[in-house]
């Protein structure tokens, strides 16, 4: 026989957290020019000598429904994932699968070359390449005229 410890706050916490997603959907609108952000692409952030790297999990997500732009220091992607189209063969009892609109932002640090940026997507995964403003570090004498 399995015995199960009984914790009295895990139904207070369960019930917190229904309340919280009730009340985080209050106001949210779902307009053909606003759609409900459903979609959050996980994120992993790298920092190597050259360069700060950027990696965004995009499944099912193709390439030219994803967008990259910089707006001052603050670097954006962007995109959709469209929901697949309906399969009459097949009837889904539960479907986990998140959709919609999503958009990540990065504040970019002060030494970064903006201007040489790149981007590649493989296999679902969009790795972006900040690279770092070379810095000159070594010491010289001015001479005074």
């Known amino acids: 026989m399995l015995v199960k410890r ?10 917190f957290d229904l ?4 009340i985080n959907t209050i106001g949210e609108q779902t307009t053909a020019e606003q759609p409900v952000v459903d979609f959050r692409p996980k994120v992993n952030t790298r920092e190597t000598e050259d360069a700060y790297h950027i990696e965004v999990e ?8 994803v967008d990259i732009s910089v707006d001052g220091n603050v670097l954006t992607i962007s995109g959709e994932r469209n929901v ?7 009837d889904y009892h539960k479907v986990e699968s998140r ?9 970019l640090p002060e030494k970064v ?17 900040i690279p ?9 004498k001015i001479e005074i005229k």
């Open 99 to 107: 959709y919609g609109v999503f958009s990540r932002s990065f504040t």
């Open 132 to 140: 770092k403003l070379k810095v000159d570090n070594s010491s010289k």
């Open 58 to 65: 995009l499944p099912g997500v193709k390439k030219k429904d």
């Open 113 to 129: 070359d903006i201007e040489n940026i790149e981007a590649e997507f493989v296999n679902g995964v969009l790795e972006i390449a």
């Open 84 to 90: 697949r189209d309906e399969v009459k063969d097949e």
């Open 6 to 15: 009984y914790e009295p706050f895990n139904d207070i916490r369960k019930s």
């Open 19 to 22: 309340v919280n997603a009730i």
